[in-house]
Each structure stands twice: as structure tokens, then as C-alpha cells.
């Protein structure tokens, strides 16, 4: 299936199917542009303001699912009454919801070996950047020249070799950046399915996401609500697309 341009003919409809809505929107280059560092990533006080709006209505909730831990997109919106989830969901926090997934928890020992050997491969190449996580972490390189983006591809292949897909970890791709994390049957879309099965009330799902790992959502809701992928691609399963991150902000006002 073709997405279609979200602002084409009056936008997605929603089908009423739920008492309500439920948007689930993804962080980096979903709220915020994607930026070289993540830390300096900040949410506008225009769109923290229309997501404080939604989640105010008594007919609607809101999630943020990211990549980043769940303290770390937590504080940067700092929203009461709405649901984080961090590292891709395996953490979610929200009103009368704590959840861990169990298999997050061990192999504490063998990342932290993993860890120090990506340390040592990239110290002398530049651009190169590492955000450790809970249970895993991120190699960037959006900041590297090309050659420096194929030793740092180098370096964790590497350091990650014997420990992937049927191991301990499994490798998550995404725009200029290597995630490693627990390999457990568990990503975005799953997260978005609990949270809709915990919640009291029937709601529509409406996704925003614009990374790889977003469309284990797109795929998990399927028709049973709207799902919306930032940038048009034809290899994607949502059915609309933004043209850009800066159509988020006219999205949420519609």
C-alpha cells in the first residue's frame, strides 16, 4: 500500500471505532529534529504545549515512545499524565503503569565489556558518538566523514560480533546510528498494543514515527487505527506520510 499525504483531501479520517484517541508519537525527528548531539535535542514550547492539550482532553491519551531511556525523553517534555516509554519500550511509566520487560534485565556485565571495547575502537576517530543506555546503548555517527562512518561500522561490528541476533543482543539500525539491545520479543509495536490493552476505554491509535523502529507500530496497528510515517517512502507499512519533521506541529493542531 501507498501512504497518502496526510493533508491531501481533508487528512485521515478517523473511523470511531474508539470512545477516544490514543496518539502514540515517537521523539527524535518526530517532536524535535534529529540532531548530531541528543543531548542538545529540545522539545518546542509550542508542540509540548498542543500535546499538553490532547492529553488534557478527557477523550484522549498520549504516549511517547523513543529509543532514548525513559528519564531522558521524560525530562525533556516534562508532561504529567501521559505515558513515556524508553528503549523502544522495554520501560513504561504513566498514570498506574510501571512496567519493565524481564528479559531487559541481565547481561549487565557482558554490555559493560562491550561497551569499553566500542570506547576503545572510536577514541581517535572523530565524529564518533556513544550514548550509553539502561540496557544497551547507541553508536552515532552522523557527525563522521565517510570514511570515518565505515571504521566506526568497523568498531562495532566488531566488538558485537558472537553476541547478536540469536545471542544476548540484538542490532537496531537507524538514521546514522547502531543500537544494541536485549534481544527479547519486544519493540514499539508491541509496546503500543499493551498500553492499549491497559488502559480503561476504547480508544483509535494514531502513530507518528519516522525511524525503522516505528514501523514495528505501523505493523502492529494495522488497520485499527491511523498510522502516519514522517517522509514519504513507499516501503513502509503506514498508511499516510508528513513530508518533514516540521509537519508534526501542524499535524497535532488538526
Known amino acids: 500500500m501507498v501512504p497518502r499525504y496526510v493533508f ?19 521523539f527524535d525527528g518526530t517532536l524535535v529534529p534529529i540532531g548530531d548531539d541528543p543531548a542538545a535535542c529540545h522539545i518546542s514550547p509550542h508542540v509540548k504545549e498542543q500535546l499538553r492539550r490532547i492529553a488534557s482532553s478527557p477523550r484522549a491519551r498520549v504516549a511517547v515512545l523513543s529509543g532514548r531511556t525513559m528519564v531522558d525523553v521524560r525530562e525533556r517534555i516534562g508532561l504529567r499524565h501521559i505515558f513515556y516509554g524508553g528503549n523502544h519500550g522495554l520501560e513504561i511509566s504513566g498514570p498506574r503503569i510501571r512496567f519493565t520487560h524481564p528479559g531487559a534485565r541481565s547481561s549487565g556485565h557482558l554490555l559493560n565489556a562491550i561497551i569499553g571495547r566500542i570506547e576503545e575502537g572510536i577514541r581517535n576517530i572523530p565524529g564518533a558518538l556513544l550514548e550509553r543506555k539502561r540496557f544497551g546503548f547507541a553508536l552515532h555517527y552522523r557527525m563522521a566523514d565517510r570514511e570515518g562512518a565505515r571504521r566506526i561500522r568497523e568498531v562495532f561490528r566488531g566488538a558485537t560480533a558472537g553476541h547478536r541476533g540469536e545471542g544476548a543482543f540484538a542490532v537496531l539500525r ?3 546510528v547502531l543500537e544494541l539491545a536485549p534481544a527479547v520479543s519486544w519493540d514499539k509495536g508491541r ?23 516505528d514501523e514495528t507500530a505501523f505493523q502492529a496497528l494495522g488497520d485499527k487505527g ?23 506541529s501542524p499535524f497535532l493542531e488538526h
Not at 517522509?231 to 518533514?244: E, I, V
Open 8 to 26: 491531501e483531501n481533508g487528512g485521515p479520517r478517523l473511523e470511531r471505532r474508539g470512545s477516544g484517541l490514543f496518539l502514540f508519537v515517537d
Open 174 to 176: 537507524g538514521k546514522k
Open 191 to 213: 509496546a503500543a498494543l499493551f498500553l492499549l490493552g491497559r488502559v480503561e476505554g476504547d480508544y483509535e491509535p494514531v502513530y507518528i514515527g519516522d525511524d525503522l523502529t
Open 226 to 248: 491511523v498510522s502516519v510515517r514522517i517522509g514519504r517512502s513507499q516501503k513502509t507499512a503506514a498508511g499516510y506520510y508528513l513530508r518533514g519533521q516540521r509537519e508534526t
